[in-house]
């Protein structure tokens, strides 16, 4: 099962604002590199966002690129990304992913390179 959690999810209007949050779930877990995917009905799974937590490097899709931002809070492994001015194809399944074999490189990050994910949360940007 998964041992990261997903929450924020929801209804925005566009040029509105929301922010997700991923934190460790489950048996205690070193994570190398935190990131975000999404997935639009129809779409293939794309990154969003990805954070290397050994030095803080991140790197973002450039359709999100200077819109969603992402930082480390609460926990060492809990970590929010911050989504502002929205559009309607931002509408995405958000999952969160966590690397922990120290494989990842978040300047090319790839869905194979995570092996503990959440469930995801929905997010929907409409009037």
């Known amino acids: 099962q998964a041992q990261l959690v997903e929450s924020g999810g929801g209804l925005v209007q566009p040029g509105g604002s929301l922010r997700l949050s991923c934190a460790a779930s489950?048996?205690?877990?070193?994570?190398?590199?935190i990131a975000w995917f999404r997935q639009a009905p129809g779409k293939a799974r794309e990154e969003v966002s990805c954070l290397s937590l050994s030095d803080g490097y991140t790197h973002y899709g450039e359709s999100v690129r200077g819109r969603f931002s992402m930082s480390r809070a609460g926990a060492k492994n809990t970590v929010f990304l911050q989504m502002n001015s929205l559009k309607p194809e931002d509408t995405a399944v958000y999952y969160c992913a966590g690397d922990t074999q120290g494989v990842v490189l978040c300047q090319r990050p790839h869905p194979l390179d995570f092996t503990s994910w959440g469930q995801g949360t929905p997010v929907t940007v409409s009037t």
């Open positions: 489950g048996f205690s877990t070193n994570y190398y590199a």
